[in-house]
């Protein structure tokens, strides 16, 4: 028999609080963390919004603020959240080989020196007009570039720094497929302790696109809502009236532990880490495949690995973007895998009070469904008013739902066509 992976440990840093009670606590109650951006200055775009991460600093989790000065932003949300997560399981009072607990993040990018970058394009156009200096351009980087900076750019520092902050010496992995990339990092991380290769791991994502860069390329790709005048309303997922995502930020991070391991310490145990699905749509890179055949996939791929059937799902956390043909896509899909039995299925998208986490999308709702088991209640979708005749299931619309929630889907599709499905359920020894 293979080995089963539970969840003894839960952190958290996102839009809607610091800790994981003060966020659940706001899902429930249907608040928004969408404000307009403070981060830098947004004026000229088209969209001005964003869920950003206010009133935090690295030192709140026990760390040194000037250590971490000129590390990613992303990796200070990995930090806190990592503390919280090891914190709340106490896993390495119970750790005699570090080799054998791991850290498996899905994180993104890291700090974009927007300025220097800009001093950089300045110089290697001046002297020469429409011509572009490339010597200029190397001369001024390595003039005024930070090397400390320029390295925390790799995806792979926040897993790196988490590692060092404990001492944990076993595998190290990153993985970057955008919106699906936590959840891959929990299913792969998964099945690292299922084969036996290690008892724990410290599963992830960290992210932050609210900077020049990551509002240029979404505006660019219009998959940005631009409803700047009502801030809290623009995520509104599965609604008629939606005309995009919101970008959030922040950082969520599970304890995945070996069951026999977890009991021998007495850990507390929140759920059941039960199937993993993971797909390619192999269709285009910024559309999902218009019959959702890797959405359907991964969550049959999800069910078969956990020996379970669709009849036996009580809720879904959709990836619900809030896009026109992402949602009525993932509805479609939810058609397909639970047919005549869709409709009495709950669905809802919590994107519409925290915004889209990008690489840390995943791993976030994937707590939430873990939660819903544990609470037995249902976060809703806010911002749904107008009905669509596409989507046409049940999203749970602006008030939370009381349910027995045994097992749950948490659904991440990521641009490049990748697409995953968790299953968790609720432990039974």
């Not at 293979?2 to 952190?11: A, E, K, S, W």
């Not at 760390?63 to 709340?88: L, S």
């Not at 039995?341 to 915004?355: E, F, I």
Request: glycine share 10%.
């Amino acid at each position: 028999m293979r080995r089963r992976v539970v969840v003894t440990g839960l952190g958290m840093i996102n839009p809607l609080g610091t800790d994981v009670a003060t966020v659940w606590n706001a899902l429930v109650s249907g608040q928004s963390g969408v404000g307009d951006i403070t981060i830098f200055d947004a004026s000229d775009y088209p969209t001005k919004i964003a869920a950003e991460i206010r009133d935090w600093d690295v030192s709140q989790c026990g760390e040194d603020k000037e250590v971490w000065r000129k590390r990613g932003r992303h990796a200070r949300f990995a930090a806190g959240a990592a503390v919280q997560a090891v914190n709340d399981s106490g896993i390495l009072d119970s750790i005699r080989d570090r080799a054998r607990v791991g850290v498996y993040f899905g994180a993104g990018e890291g700090n974009q020196d927007f300025h220097h970058f800009t001093q950089m394009v300045a110089d290697a156009t001046a002297s020469s007009g429409d011509e572009f200096d490339v010597k200029a351009f190397i001369k001024k980087g390595l003039e005024i570039l930070d090397p400390e900076q320029e390295l925390e750019q790799e995806p792979s520092m926040p897993s790196a720094h988490v590692a060092n902050m404990f001492d944990i010496q076993g595998p190290n992995i990153n993985c970057l497929t955008a919106c699906a990339a936590s959840s891959q990092a929990v299913g792969e991380a998964t099945e690292l302790i299922r084969r036996g290769n290690v008892d724990a791991m410290l599963a992830g994502g960290a992210h932050s696109m609210i900077h020049p860069f990551g509002l240029t390329g979404f505006s660019l790709l219009t998959a940005l809502s631009t409803n700047n005048q009502h801030p809290t309303g623009a995520s509104r997922p599965f609604d008629r009236l939606r005309d995009g995502f919101v970008l959030g930020e922040g950082s969520s991070v599970v304890i995945l532990e070996e069951l026999e391991h977890a009991k021998r310490r007495g850990a507390k145990i929140y759920g059941e880490v039960l199937g993993y699905g993971c797909t390619a749509d192999a269709y285009r890179i910024t559309d999902i495949h218009p019959e959702g055949r890797g959405a359907i996939g991964c969550m049959r791929a999800s069910l078969q690995d956990a020996g379970r059937s669709p009849d036996d799902v009580d809720y879904i956390n959709a990836h619900g973007t809030s896009t026109t043909v992402n949602d009525k896509v993932e509805t479609a899909a939810c058609k397909a895998v639970f047919g005549d039995r869709a409709p009495q299925v709950p669905v809802s998208s919590t994107k519409s009070m925290m915004g889209h986490l990008i690489a840390a999308a995943g791993v976030t709702e994937m707590i939430v469904c873990l939660l819903s088991i544990r609470e037995k209640v249902i976060p809703p979708t806010i911002n749904l008013e107008n009905p669509d005749p596409l989507c046409d299931l049940d999203y749970v619309p602006g008030t939370a739902r009381e349910a027995d929630v045994r097992l749950a889907l948490n659904n991440s599709f990521g641009f490049g066509g990748q697409n995953v499905t968790l299953a968790v359920g609720q432990f039974a020894d």
